[in-house]
């Protein structure tokens, strides 16, 4: 199951992928001839960047993939774990640096407001709505330059 991520703040290209490994492989090579998987297995779930073309128009799409999620530690572990690479794929994407010595708001709200789209997706797929985050979402609307590209 494919689920698109909202992201009006990066508009970035991020999706949810639940189902087996195979599954989420066969698709990415359906899709994307260059998609190259660089490890044996994944167990639990993974963060993949993936270049789609379209037209003579390629552009940049991000996959969350877990084989499921039953809310076990080890469920909510990976989720937070792929989602912080997604997020700083994206930052990089958009020419966003990482500062050490700052307190990287901007960096920790999007993986807030991020979680939350992911886990209102887990959600739609079993039928039970979350509410957005909306602090995070204020706060990036309200205090983040960011340029379009």
Known sequence: MKIKIKDPIYHAEIYLFMSSYEEFEKYLKKYD???KDDTD?????KAVQAYITKNGWRTRHYY?????FDF??????TLVHEIIHIALRVFDMKGIEIVKDLSNEPLCYY???LLSQFLHAINKANNQPL???QPAMDYMKENL???KI
């Open 33 to 35: 001839a260059n998609y």
């Open 111 to 113: 993986v807030d407001y």
């Open 41 to 45: 297995h994944y167990h639990l779930g």
């Open 64 to 68: 969350l993939w877990l084989r499921s």
């Open 72 to 77: 076990y530690d080890s469920d909510w572990q």
């Open 145 to 147: 330059k960011i340029k």
């Open 131 to 133: 509410k957005p985050c």
